[in-house]
């Protein structure tokens, strides 16, 4: 799963989410959904805007956590390499 590591972020510099979204030019909904990590999809221009306002790398936005075998077996369907045939 990947986590969003906007609340990390909005607390180390002292940052309220209006304050954010001012200032990447997002709707604040937006920056509310991505701080709970409930956001479905992110825009590469908020990404971009992201890492302007706090002067970072995206990993330091995104993280890539690893499911629990059990979850992702259920929502990712697996593809296998043609390679055994």
Known sequence: MIRIKLSDLLGKHKMTQK???DLAH???ATVSKMYY???KR???RQLNNMCKVF???ISEILEYVPDDD???KK???VYKSDDNK
């Open 19 to 21: 304050t954010l979204a």
């Open 26 to 28: 997002m709707r604040p």
């Open 37 to 39: 990590e409930e956001t």
């Open 42 to 44: 992110i825009d590469i």
């Open 55 to 57: 002067n970072c790398e």
């Open 70 to 72: 059990k979850t992702s």
């Open 75 to 77: 929502h990712v369907k």
